[in-house]
């Protein structure tokens, strides 16, 4: 046992001062720490931020590839854009075309109600005497039977109904040829009417594929457009924020005659009068 502290006694006042000179280090670099905080977080801030920024080749190699990425991007987007502009033109044609088509069907219903109205004040009107004879009824069914063949060759009528009236299914040959014309008039304002609102429903919906058309292609323009003009992003260096602690603030000294120093905000304005003229 003697031996043992024979041994290790001799070598504890160098390890003791070994001891103080680290506790002496140690205090030092807490002192700097406390009395300079931002000397030594801006170093090492700067330190750190020098070490992770990526050196000069890295960057422009990563420039390169994000270059590239873009414009190969920006022409698949382009492509997208003429397929997408072909459509909107193709669709708007269409819109077009529909809409002369429910102008044509509005002023041909317009045509067969004036033919109503004409044809209801004749009606009237006291209508001749001809004599029941069954020549006068076959003149009146061939009478019948040849305006609404001429109606159906106009497309007034469909096919169904000429049948209808040439098999005298709700059609009576035998009334005056002023009475039959008058229902035949009615029977074509009522197809020229639902001709209408079948183009007007038609038009519509040829004008809504236009403008979603025509939207879609102005966001792949817009897109592709955006691709090859980027916009400039702001480099932000790393930095360690509460790294030393917060920031001794100094305060100002409060005394009884002077007033409490105030700064009012100048008022951020809002809206379009933000906006310079």
Do not use: C, K
Not at 6 to 20: E, K, N, R
Not at 146 to 159: H, L, N
Not at 214 to 237: G, K, N, Y
């Amino acid at each position: 046992m003697q031996t043992v502290f024979s041994s290790v006694l001799p070598d504890m006042p160098a390890a003791a001062v070994i001891w103080l000179v680290l506790l002496a280090v140690a205090a030092t670099v807490v002192a700097a720490l406390i009395v300079r905080p931002s000397r030594f977080r801006s170093e090492l801030v700067d330190r750190i931020s020098d070490a992770a920024r990526p050196s000069s080749i890295e960057r422009a190699e990563r420039a390169r590839v994000r270059d590239q990425e873009r414009i190969r991007y920006a022409d698949e987007v382009a492509v997208a854009a003429s397929r997408a502009t072909a459509t909107a033109e193709r669709s708007r044609a269409e819109w077009l075309t529909a809409q002369e088509e429910a102008e044509a069907a509005w002023q041909a219903y317009q045509a067969a109600e004036e033919d109503v109205r004409r044809l209801t004040a004749a009606a009237a009107l006291p209508l001749p005497r001809t004599a029941r004879t069954p020549a006068e009824y076959a003149d009146r069914e061939r009478w019948l039977h040849r305006a609404a063949m001429d109606a159906q060759w106009r497309d007034e009528i469909t096919v169904r109904q000429l049948s209808d009236i040439l098999g005298g299914n709700g059609w009576d040959p035998s009334r005056h040829p002023v009475e039959q014309e008058l229902l035949l008039r009615r029977l074509v304002r009522d197809n020229m009417a639902a001709r209408h609102r079948a183009a007007a429903q038609r038009e519509q919906a040829a004008w809504q594929t236009a403008e979603l058309a025509a939207a879609a292609a102005q966001s792949l323009r817009d897109e592709a457009f955006a691709a090859l003009h980027p916009v400039a992003e702001p480099q932000t260096e790393l930095s360690i924020v509460g790294f030393a602690g917060p920031e001794a603030t100094r305060e100002l000294p409060t005394g009884t005659a002077s007033p409490e120093v105030t700064r009012e905000l100048p008022p951020v304005a809002r809206g379009r009068a933000a906006v310079a003229a």
